[in-house]
């Protein structure tokens, strides 16, 4: 059986896409090409809210066939649409004959060029994982949802991750019949811990931070920025005074100063620096609650959430995250709370420490539920519906 040739366009590769990719390459009956338009990142990628240059230390660029298109943006970077200009991304499409197109993100010049370009001679299919929850009304609301309207008339088909991106899409006019499930997911066979050495290690760990093996770890893990809202957790402990509650913060960001600050002489408040991708499963681990109190705007999934789902925790999540409404029962595998609200937030604390076994049951509904949530279902609906 002959090959269906899917090019996909992708900024730069990042730790949740490139082992999809991999195993997109394995299909039967799909042949893969992903195209990098931000070229300066095959190099180095600075991130500019972690205040360093990452270079990830799991592979990235393994098991599928790839080609970085020379980006001439004068500020390169998805920063900005005017960041990522590939004069040749079109052209070199073209020759290797590409059947079918695959965009992830359309806010940058070349990727918006290609979707443009391709409407109406090859099939188009769009993905990314923007809400409705940061919506507030208002003029610019309505022009920008015209402006939205207009760009997703270029695509012919659009992959959700999951309930609150399908809203979107269908709030910028796309109908239900070209909207197709493809869940946002992790490697979750990377998080598995089947020999018990990533509790081990995290066992020592929390010896070496002071922290015993009956008290309750809330883990935040991320950027310390406004956006994620890492100080409500630290508002939250100073209101609880539990000292078998500790609060471990792991990351960087313009915050940290202000967190340090604010938690200035608390013993159950542990801060880490920014941790690389092979170290994540023991930092997850080492907690037994994973905290994303995110406020906005701009937060879309939190893929934190099913790494640490993957890791058996539970699960302390505001409204304000993509994937609060399908990965979070309350009372079941963690609570949601309103975002913003610090009662809210303590009660939910407080639900969830009452005892090590409430967190422990929950961590099980976790490992069950994320299950379905996997590389292996994005793929199969990716053949699928591309074949279809």
Known sequence: MEKKKLAIISSHPIQYNAPMFALLAKSARLQIKVFYTWSQSRESLFDKDFGKTIEWDIPLLDGYDYEFIKNIAKEPGPQHFKGIICPDL????????????????????????????????????FRGDSTLLDETGGIKQVIRRLFLKWVYRNTDNAFYVGENNKQYFLKHGLKENRLFFAPHAIDNNRFSDSTGKYQE??????T?????????????????????N??????????LKNDKLHFVFVGNGNLEEEM???????SNIHYLPFQNQSKMPVVYYLSDILALPSQGPGETWGLVVNEAMACERAILVSNKAG??????????????FESGDLKQCISCLEKMSVDKSVVQKMGSCSKEMIEKWSFAEICRNIENNLLA
Request: hydrophobic share 40%; glycine share 8%.
């Open 323 to 336: 994937c609060a409404i399908n990965l979070v029962e309350n009372g079941k595998n963690g609570f949601i």
């Open 230 to 239: 890492p100080l409500i957790l630290i508002k939250a402990a100073k209101k």
């Open 208 to 228: 070496e931070l002071g922290i015993k093996q009956d008290d309750i770890v809330v883990l935040f893990v991320g950027k310390f920025e406004s956006k994620k």
């Open 90 to 125: 079109i052209d070199e499409i073209k020759k290797w004959k590409a059947e079918a197109l695959l965009i992830y993100g359309w806010n940058y010049k070349a990727h918006y060029k290609a979707m443009k370009y391709f409407k109406g001679k090859i099939p188009v299919y």
């Open 201 to 206: 290690e995290a066992n020592e760990w929390r």
């Open 260 to 266: 340090r600050k604010e938690s200035e002489g608390m």
